[in-house]
């Protein structure tokens, strides 16, 4: 069964750290693509970062570009995101995807989903 699964949310003061963690098994890891996608309530879910399946490209959105870190470990099947100076408009539910494409923050590319982890900044 193939799954994805994120962990490491939960609640931080602005200008705090998390790092989200992106578990993978039932596939083939270190040939998919990973994408981290974020949703807030009330908003449309946006494209955070990507990296490649090799890890040799990463990308992030502007909003968080120096402030986010995504990273990948092939051997333990794990991608990571650290992130710093965090910002109450962060705060939303983290998903990680996996895709057989290059590196992307559009959602129509990754075919598998798992589910989230809160993150709540607030003071």
């Known amino acids: 069964e193939v799954q994805l699964q994120a962990s490491g949310g939960g609640y931080v003061q602005p200008g705090g750290s998390l790092r989200l963690s992106c578990a993978g098994s039932?596939?083939?890891?270190?040939?998919?693509?990973i994408g981290w996608f974020r949703q807030a309530p009330g908003r449309e879910r946006e494209g955070v970062s990507c990296i490649s399946s090799s890890g040799d490209v990463t990308y992030s959105t502007d909003s968080v570009k120096g402030l986010f870190t995504i990273s990948r470990d092939n051997a333990r099947n794990t991608v990571y995101l650290q992130m710093n100076n965090l910002k109450s408009e962060d705060t939303a539910v983290y998903h990680c995807?996996?895709?057989?494409?290059?590196?992307?923050?559009?959602?129509?590319?990754?075919?598998?989903w798992g589910q989230g982890t809160q993150v709540t900044v607030s003071s």
């Open positions: 039932g596939f083939d890891f270190d040939d998919y693509a």
């Open positions: 995807a996996g895709g057989a494409g290059f590196c992307s923050i559009m959602a129509n590319e990754y075919m598998q």
